[in-house]
């Protein structure tokens, strides 16, 4: 009675606030003093934060907004969610960074700015050096700081030797920190009030004084201060210029914006740039284990904590992340470790991650996640990345990635790092001829992809890693590899251009299952392939261009393929189960699974489904434009 008395007046208390709902007006030109009416708008977003309640919509109107949002309170379901949102058609910059004035010149294209300690507060970030598990600066200090040029970054100088010499082809910038040890790592919340910083930068034709010269001075935009803040959106605002740290799996992870071990939000149609580390944040909290646990052994032990701080579907996850531009981010477009779970990533274009690549580790990606559990990442335009495209690392069960365009990132294009399955990844075209896939891992179905790249298969990796009981983060156990952990994959009516081949399969410690591909001239099947389609003659020309409405795909298809190999319908029947969890493949949430619609979500052929992403396919040579959708 008790319990149903609570969730009466929860109910009522949202009814309630659904009535009375209203909407702040934010705006520069306005007081924070005002009552937030279109009329009598409040002037920083974080005096309409305070002021906001469940139900509750935040219209931002243009203008470059320099503060760090920390909502102090969410929404209590989707439908009583507080609304963050740039005005429609005007254009709302939230940023990290504050203009720099006063530059001296030192020689030739190299000039100074000194500023006081006392200016940057408890938190310096030409004092804070980029660290923690699974982080190599290559033998060199890296620090959150930045220096903006007309709104695109200069590089970190390693010395202050090169600052001062000749600019090259990517001007610089160097700090130093009076009162900061050289070598010495400022928290943030460690204040550093007496001397000065002095940067050194190099603008290569231009002065400083009469351009457009910002600095970071803030480690995050939109971040709240503690967890469990639910059900927030943040909708189209210009997200930039923050001094976010190293993100690991083991770490709080703090983004330009982020859902901060919380559940419900919204992150849509913004712009989300010039990260130090990362763009997107769905991670875990902070606690006193922070980059003190680098290792399999110490990520199980992250796992546990966090099942007693509350991982599961009811409390943690179920972001939406969709219709973004994520890009210039040095970590991660998007990271999440556990928080990200039941998440939907869709519509998004991310470019330019971890290209300048000045430092390194084990955490770049287009997309980073560690317990993508029933993770939808669908329909998304990743490209340019200095590493990895996608990459699933661990307790990625139950994920599917479908419908990507993925091209030129110069590791693979999806990663599947310690993935006991299952895992659907259909309908993708992953054309970065780099390479297209890299197993480390288990129980994959790939099906009905455009795959041009190489495939890696590693058997080696024998650490301990868990498995869960079906859509749930509830552990089923815990599996050790005395073979190698590849293997238990299913390749089915993909279409194969060399240099990719199946051949990588071969050396699977466990079996795979092949049946449906056609390969093209300098591609080969696996010994896993039953009825492989060779056309050693045909060579189908893909090649992926952009203009000026898109990016466009060319390629060659032949309809006789439907004729000279009849194909079974891709089903949960057929792809059978994951042997690790003894779990079947099938959609998010546990309803069967059949691919059956293609990359544009035409409805496919029941009886005899074509290969590859498209049906029905035109004959001979096409130009088909795969972005934006």
Avoid at 247 to 253: E, S, V
Avoid at 563 to 585: C, I, M, N, S, W
């Amino acid at each position: 009675m008790k319990n149903v008395i609570f969730l009466a007046t929860v109910f009522a208390l949202g009814l309630t606030r659904a009535m009375f709902a209203r909407e702040y007006h934010v705006s520069i030109r306005g007081d924070d003093t005002n009552d937030g009416a279109k009329s009598r708008p409040l002037k920083t977003i974080s005096a309409a934060a305070m002021r906001a309640q469940p139900g509750d919509v935040i219209t931002v109107h243009a203008g470059v907004y320099r503060e760090c949002v920390a909502p102090p309170r969410g929404g209590i379901s989707d439908k009583n969610r507080i609304v963050y949102q740039a005005a429609a058609g005007e254009k709302a910059t939230l940023t990290g960074s504050e203009p720099v004035k006063g530059w001296q010149r030192v020689q030739e294209d190299t000039w100074k700015v000194t500023i006081p300690n006392a200016y940057f507060g408890s938190f310096n970030p030409y004092a804070d050096v980029i660290h923690g598990d699974w982080f190599s600066g290559r033998g060199r200090q890296h620090h959150t700081g930045a220096i903006y040029l007309n709104g695109d970054w200069l590089a970190e100088a390693a010395r202050l030797d090169d600052v001062l010499g000749a600019s090259g082809k990517t001007a610089l910038w160097y700090a130093r920190v009076d009162d900061v040890e050289e070598g010495a790592r400022a928290s943030p919340g460690t204040s550093t009030p007496e001397g000065n910083t002095t940067i050194y930068a190099q603008f290569p034709g231009v002065d400083p004084n009469e351009q457009s010269v910002e600095m970071n001075v803030r480690r995050t935009v939109f971040t709240p201060e503690k967890t469990g803040i639910d059900y927030i959106t943040v909708r189209g605002f210009d997200l930039r210029n923050a001094a976010t740290p190293w993100a690991p799996p083991t770490a709080g992870q703090i983004g330009i914006v982020s859902a901060y071990w919380c559940k419900g939000w919204v992150i849509e149609n913004n712009e989300i740039s010039y990260s130090t580390c990362s763009g997107v944040a769905l991670g875990k909290y902070r606690d006193q284990w922070d980059n003190r646990a680098g290792s399999a052994e110490g990520y199980v032990g992250t796992l546990r904590r966090a099942l007693t701080n509350g991982w599961n579907k009811a409390t943690v996850g179920s972001h939406i992340v969709r219709g973004n531009r994520i890009h210039h981010c040095e970590q991660a477009g998007v990271v999440g470790s556990l928080g990200c779970s039941f998440s939907t990533i869709t519509g998004n274009d991310i470019h330019d991650i971890h290209v300048r690549r000045l430092y390194t580790g084990a955490e770049m990606a287009g997309i980073k996640f560690h317990g993508a559990i029933d993770v939808l990442i669908s329909s998304n335009h990743i490209h340019g990345c200095g590493f990895f495209g996608i990459w699933l690392d661990w307790m990625g069960q139950g994920a599917r990635v479908t419908g990507n365009l993925m091209h030129d990132n110069l590791r693979p294009d999806l990663f599947l790092e310690m993935q006991h399955g299952p895992v659907l990844i259909d309908n993708n075209l992953l054309l970065s001829r780099s390479q297209s896939l890299q197993f480390m891992s288990q129980g994959a179905a790939v099906c009905h992809n455009l795959i041009v790249g190489p495939i890696g298969n590693d058997r080696g990796d024998k650490r301990v890693t868990p498995y869960l009981k079906a859509h749930t983060t509830e552990l089923a156990g815990m599996y050790a590899s005395t073979d190698g952990d590849s293997g238990d994959h299913r390749f089915y009516n993909n279409l194969i251009v060399a240099p990719c081949n199946l051949r990588a399969l071969d050396r699977s410690a466990l079996p795979c299952f092949a049946a449906g591909n056609v390969f093209d001239k300098g591609s080969e099947p696996s010994k896993f392939d039953t009825d492989p389609l060779l056309k050693p003659d045909f060579d189908r020309g893909v090649q992926i261009t952009r203009k000026a409405d898109g990016w466009y795909l060319d390629l060659t298809l032949d309809p006789a393929w439907a004729r000279e190999q009849p194909r079974k319908l891709v089903t949960t029947e057929l792809l059978g189960k994951a042997k690790v969890p003894d779990l079947p493949f099938e959609n998010i949430g546990g309803s069967r699974y059949v691919v059956g619609t293609d990359y544009f979500g035409r409805r496919r052929s029941a009886s005899n489904p074509f290969p590859g992403p498209f049906e029905p396919p035109k004959g001979g040579k096409l130009t088909i434009k795969v972005w934006p959708l």
